[in-house]
């Protein structure tokens, strides 16, 4: 009779197996011959001049990190949406608890500025 955590580690080095060889393979099969015009700073085709780091603004980042973060919560209403005529009266009131801090989360952005694009 097999172990019932044989399967487990079965699947543990398969992923490995899979995760591995195709960067080992890349690797072993690359070419090695460095050339000075593959070494160069790629820019949209154009050579860098000056300062190439410029300062980056974080609300690019918080704007979509505060999309991310409301169309998940947003996919999480899809199954109680459609179970909705077979759901129990507490899995209502859970649904207007999860309604009410999505809104407060709204709020929160709202008024941190992250929903402000420039």
């Given at each position: 009779?097999?172990?019932?955590?044989?399967?487990?580690?079965?699947f543990l080095v398969v992923s490995l197996i899979f995760g591995v060889a195709p960067i080992a393979l890349a690797?072993?099969?690359s070419p090695k011959k460095l050339n000075p015009r593959k070494?160069?700073?790629?820019?949209?085709?154009?050579?860098?001049?000056?300062e190439t780091w410029?300062?980056?603004?974080p609300q690019y980042y918080l704007f979509g990190l505060a999309f991310l973060a409301f169309d998940v919560e947003a996919a999480f209403?899809?199954?109680?949406?459609l179970a909705y005529n077979?759901?129990?009266l507490y899995a209502v009131f859970?649904?207007?608890?999860?309604?009410?801090?999505?809104?407060?989360?709204?709020?929160f952005v709202?008024?941190?500025?992250?929903?402000?694009?420039?």
């Open positions: 009779m097999i172990h019932p955590f044989a399967v487990v580690g079965l690797w072993l099969l070494q160069q700073v790629y820019e949209s085709g154009n050579p860098t001049f000056g410029i300062e980056f603004k209403l899809f199954p109680w949406a077979q759901l129990a859970e649904a207007a608890v999860f309604l009410g801090l999505l809104g407060v989360s709204l709020v709202w008024r941190k500025g992250w929903l402000e694009w420039m």
